[in-house]
């Protein structure tokens, strides 16, 4: 089974900046598409970025000119730069992966979350 491994997360005052990173496992063979989600208390998911593994960029709307993702094929790993961070950017933030596992299977995987806080 696949893993993914988040770091990064912590308590930052507004207008700070965090940088995020996800590396998939060994046993994810492939990884077409990787991206963040992230969940605020009280609310639902919600995507925040995606980047293929050729390098195309996707950031909601509203965390543009803010926030950056990128992807280092050959660690397995994305990044997501936050700058400039509001209150309401304070929420867990999700990996997610699309790839192919040890079995050879189209799969979607999730990492456990690191919680990033913007409070002063």
């Known amino acids: 089974q696949g893993e993914l491994v988040e770091s990064g997360g912590g308590l930052v005052q507004p207008g700070g900046s965090l940088r995020l990173s996800c590396t998939a496992s060994g046993n994810i063979l492939r990884v077409d598409i990787m991206g963040w989600y992230r969940q605020a208390p009280g609310k639902q998911r919600e995507l925040v970025a995606t980047i293929s593994a050729l390098g195309s960029p996707n950031l909601v709307d509203s965390v543009k000119g803010r926030f950056t993702t990128s992807i280092d094929n050959a660690k397995k790993t994305v990044y997501l730069q936050m700058n400039d961070l509001k209150h309401e950017d304070t929420a867990i933030y999700y990996c997610?992966?699309?790839?192919?596992?040890?079995?050879?299977?189209?799969?979607?995987?999730w990492g456990r979350g690191t919680q990033v806080t913007v409070s002063s």
């Open positions: 997610n992966v699309q790839g192919l596992s040890a079995t050879a299977t189209l799969t979607t995987f």
